[in-house]
Structures are given as C-alpha cells and as structure tokens.
C-alpha cells in the first residue's frame, strides 16, 4: 500500500526544497498549486464555471486572466471559496488519479501550501509542515520572487498562521538554515518506511 504524505507549510517555508529533496530520494511529489493551474487551463469544466462565475473575459484570448481572477479571489473570502469550490474538486480526482497511476511506489508526496485549508489533508495519510522563522521567510521570499517586505507580509497574513498548521501535522521540518533538512527529511523517509 503507498503511503502518501502531505508537505504543507507558509510562504518560503522550504516545502519546495522539502519535494526536491523527495524527488531526488525517489519519491515521485504531486504538486498541487502546479496541478491547480494546468488544471484551470486544460480542464473544460472548470473553464465553464470559472466563466458562469467571472464572465468570458476571464480566459482572454484562450489564456486565463491571471489578474482578474486574483482580483476576485482576493475581493473576500467568500469570493475565494467559490473558486476554491471550482477548482479544488478537480484537484481532489486529479491527484487521486495520479497515486493510482504511482501505486508502486511505497511513498508518494502531495506538495500544498493550503493542504490543511482545502481539506487535501483527507487525501493523505501524513501531514509534514515545513517551520522557518517568520523573518527568514520574508527574506528568502523577496529574494525569490523580488517582491517588497510588505507585499511579503501581506500573502502570510492571507494564509493559516504557521502555529496552526504545525498543530496539525504529524511531522514539523525544522528549516531555519541553522538545522540540517537532510537529516530531517531521511528520518521521516525511515519511519514512514517502518509503517
């Protein structure tokens, strides 16, 4: 039986780093928010209600309309669970489609930074939270993505506080880039291992 594990956690969190270090161990890593968009792009029932909701402007030109779908969402949460109630079903059957399509590997791996907030944490039979300290977060992010302090801070504020998800999870990864991740990422191998 595969056991599969999800990696969540914030904003530079290191889940990224977390699912590389998984893919070059083997481990075959379903990463949800990449899914989420190829999705949307490819799948004709999202299209329809994505423009019953939003209107045909938001696939402009076959493309979709990146800032007029993010002006929604982020509008108010009930804008966003609406989407969030397009988008996540096909998420859900695509990613279960994909373990079934893995089901010879021992482990496989659901990267998430929303696993816990869009109930894919039922899809797994392990929660990993990456952990880094809040400041080390918005660094490595503004050098990421070359965003400012701010708009850092403002896309933490959006997500679930970091505390709350480590509560949840089965397994906390430590990646204050004081602790080595290795290590930490082959322990957690070795003990799913075991089950």
């Known amino acids: 039986m595969t056991i599969k594990v999800g990696i969540t956690g914030g904003i ?53 309309n990146k800032p007029l779908l993010a002006a929604y969402l982020f509008a108010s949460p009930g804008q966003a669970a609406r989407v969030n109630a397009i988008i996540h079903p096909r998420v859900r059957q695509d990613f279960r489609r994909w373990v079934s399509m893995h089901d010879a590997s021992p482990i496989v791996a659901m990267e998430s930074a929303i696993l816990i907030e869009s109930g894919f944490a039922g899809e797994v039979d392990v929660v990993v939270t990456v952990s880094a300290p809040q400041d080390l977060r918005v660094r490595r992010v ?48 070795a003990s799913l291992s075991q089950k």
């Open 12 to 64: 530079g969190s290191g889940k990224s780093t977390v699912c590389r270090l998984l893919e070059l161990l083997g481990i075959p890593v379903y990463t949800a928010d990449r899914e989420s968009k190829r999705l949307t792009l490819v799948d004709g029932g999202i299209r329809r209600e994505l423009v019953s909701l939003l209107g045909r402007k938001v696939y402009e030109g076959g493309k979709l």
């Open 142 to 189: 503004v050098r990421r993505d070359a965003a400012s302090p701010a708009q850092v801070m403002r896309c933490m504020d959006s997500q679930m506080d970091e505390s709350e998800k480590t509560g949840r999870a089965q397994t906390v990864l430590v990646n204050d880039g004081c602790r080595a991740l290795i290590p930490q990422v082959l322990a957690l191998i």
